[in-house]
């Protein structure tokens, strides 16, 4: 079998492979594609199975990918500073008024209005200021998205409707918040995002 028969037989097998661990169609293709590249380079008479060889290697570079993107978000996390959450507040003098109250009513609606991936890039953007390259990297969608998405939210949340007064009915992303706030750490914030979206996923 020369290089081009096995090119044309293992990569629609790897790219289901690479797909199903990184869930992205596109960052499978690149994976493949550089797995492929990589095995043209090498002495083939070192390898004795060839398709063993390209599976392990997909399967490796997947796992690569995998943990370059956590660091990546690690990071995020840890330069995410919610400062900017306190002195708005401040500006906006609602310290004068009962402050829980007012957050829950807020964080109410914001919650009842917006989609999952829309209140994460909303409430992150608005209140904390993160940057639309650490939003792309944290949700994994690119820039233009995040901010279609943020566009969108505050459209949604400045069309007129009636205040919804009852009482927030997802009470740990108004715990998370409050902790973002007063433990200037918004990990756990970011962390119920992730799992939101990982039981709401995003609507088509």
């Given amino acids: 079998m020369n290089q081009s028969q096995a090119i044309t037989i293992y990569q629609p097998m790897l790219q289901s492979i ?3 661990m990184l869930g992205s169609i596109a960052d499978a293709e690149d994976i493949v594609q550089d797995t492929l590249l990589k095995w043209l380079t090498i002495d083939k008479e070192k390898i004795s199975n060839t398709k063993a060889y390209l599976i392990k290697s997909v399967t490796n570079n997947c796992i ?46 914001i919650h009842k209005k917006l989609e999952p991936l829309e209140k994460s890039v909303y409430v992150l953007r608005e209140f904390f200021g993160v940057e639309y390259d650490e939003l792309q990297v944290l949700f994994n969608k690119k820039k233009d998205n995040c901010r279609k998405l943020f566009s969108r939210a505050k459209d949604k949340l400045n069309q007129e409707t009636s205040k919804i007064k009852d009482e927030i009915s997802n009470t740990s992303f108004f715990e998370s918040f409050k902790n973002a706030c007063h433990l200037d750490n918004p990990s756990e914030l970011i962390q119920h995002f992730m799992e939101e979206l990982q039981t709401k996923p995003e609507k088509k």
Avoid: G
């Fill in 18 to 20: 690479a797909q199903r």
């Fill in 64 to 109: 690569n990918h995998l943990n370059a993107i956590k660091r990546k978000k690690d990071e995020c996390i840890e330069s995410i500073n919610p400062k900017e959450l306190i002195d708005w507040y401040r500006e906006k003098e609602l310290f004068h008024f009962d402050f829980e109250n007012e957050l829950s009513s807020a964080l109410n609606v």
